[in-house]
């Protein structure tokens, strides 16, 4: 966070491209990656053990809450007086939570079944010899692929296709932000409950079934909000659930390494998804194949986490072979 405090504050005094770029693009975007959701899931479940879905879900929300609330509040700011008070505001913001971790963030974790460190290249052979491990990289990478790359890319240009004015397009996109912090929140409090792989699998069914509406909800606006309603519910619902996994079958002390490798499958995923939605509709006129290899993918993904046990948490991992599944 004074990461970012410092590179706002760097854009919103200079008058400097050079400065500006450094700023936003170095200085405060290494704050943006240390604060990004697979960190923030890592540090929750290394402190919590009971409700630890639940504390993630309302942990990670908070990225789809900034969207709902700190974007139209900065924006508000930057038309009434100038953009930059508006960086100048969340350089004060950035420090005000810097100061607020250091005092409520505990020092260290360390669970009763907590081992020793392990090397960088020791993590990485250790994961790549576990099947749940590629299970939850690809299906997560197929997850990033639906999502950043697919919907948070192509759907308003798809509206737009379709017809759409542009403030009921803005709005139902709007309504999908809500709904999806919902969503995180009770895939969260869920995973504490039941079969997480089930849970898992169904939330990426449901994905599925939701783009087929895409493929006929052109001219009926209808359509368009049921979509984001039922797309909301099963966004980003995947990371609380997710991340639980991780924790169970990868261990908790090396639960950074495999979340970073995993939310850098879904970033991979995220950047397909969106070069092969415009490459599609450049080649055939239109966002069909997009929506289709949707379907097929989540369905993919579906199948894919339907084949792992689910595992208590709190179980001891010091050593992970691959028959840990």
């Given at each position: 966070m004074i990461a970012v405090a410092i590179g706002s504050a760097m854009v919103a005094m200079t008058d400097s491209a050079v400065v500006f770029a450094a700023g936003f693009g170095v200085v405060a975007a290494v704050g943006f990656t240390a604060v990004a959701t697979n960190v923030v899931a890592a540090a929750i479940a290394k402190n919590f053990e009971a409700g630890r879905g639940l504390a993630t879900g309302i942990g990670t929300s908070g990225a789809t809450a900034g969207q709902l609330l700190v974007v139209p509040l900065v924006a508000v700011l930057m038309q009434s007086m100038s953009w930059r008070y508006?960086?100048?505001?969340?350089?004060?913001?950035?420090?005000?939570?810097?100061?607020?971790?250091?005092?409520?963030?505990?020092?260290s974790a360390r669970s009763a079944t907590a081992v020793a460190p392990e090397s960088f290249t020791a993590g990485i052979g250790i994961l790549m010899r576990v099947p749940a491990f590629h299970i939850l990289f690809?299906?997560?990478?197929?997850?990033?692929?639906?999502?950043?790359?697919?919907?948070?890319?192509?759907?308003?240009?798809?509206?737009?296709?379709?017809?759409?004015?542009?403030?009921?397009?803005?709005?139902?996109?709007?309504?999908?932000?809500?709904?999806?912090?919902?969503?995180?929140?009770l895939?969260?409090?869920?995973?504490?409950?039941?079969?997480?792989?089930?849970?898992?699998?169904?939330?990426?069914?449901?994905?599925?079934?939701?783009?087929?509406?895409?493929?006929?909800?052109?001219?009926?606006?209808?359509?368009?909000?049921?979509?984001v309603v039922l797309f909301g519910l099963v966004d980003?619902?995947?990371?609380?659930?997710?991340?639980?996994?991780?924790?169970?079958?990868?261990?908790?002390?090396?639960?950074?390494?495999?979340?970073?490798?995993?939310?850098?499958?879904?970033?991979?995923?995220?950047?397909f998804g969106a070069f092969l939605g415009g490459w599609f509709y450049d080649?055939?006129?239109?966002?069909?194949?997009?929506?289709?290899?949707?379907?097929?993918?989540?369905?993919?993904?579906?199948?894919?986490?339907?084949?792992?046990?689910?595992?208590?948490?709190?179980t001891p991992v010091t050593r992970l072979t691959g028959a840990t599944r």
């Open positions: 508006g960086f100048a505001a969340l350089s004060v913001a950035a420090l005000i939570l810097a100061v607020v971790a250091v005092i409520l963030l505990p020092r690809w299906s997560f990478l197929i997850c990033g692929f639906t999502t950043t790359g697919v919907i948070e890319t192509h759907l308003l240009p798809y509206t737009s296709f379709c017809g759409f004015p542009p403030l009921p397009s803005a709005t139902a996109y709007g309504v999908l932000s809500a709904v999806n912090l919902g969503g995180m929140v895939s969260g409090y869920l995973g504490d409950r039941v079969h997480r792989p089930t849970l898992l699998g169904c939330i990426y069914l449901v994905r599925a079934a939701s783009f087929i509406l895409l493929l006929y909800v052109a001219p009926d606006i209808r359509l368009l909000y049921l979509f980003y619902s995947t990371v609380p659930v997710t991340v639980g996994l991780a924790a169970s079958h990868l261990g908790i002390q090396r639960i950074g390494l495999a979340m970073g490798l995993i939310s850098g499958g879904h970033a991979l995923g995220g950047a080649i055939s006129g239109g966002y069909g194949w997009l929506w289709e290899g949707s379907i097929a993918l989540s369905v993919l993904a579906g199948l894919l986490v339907f084949t792992l046990r689910d595992k208590p948490d709190g």
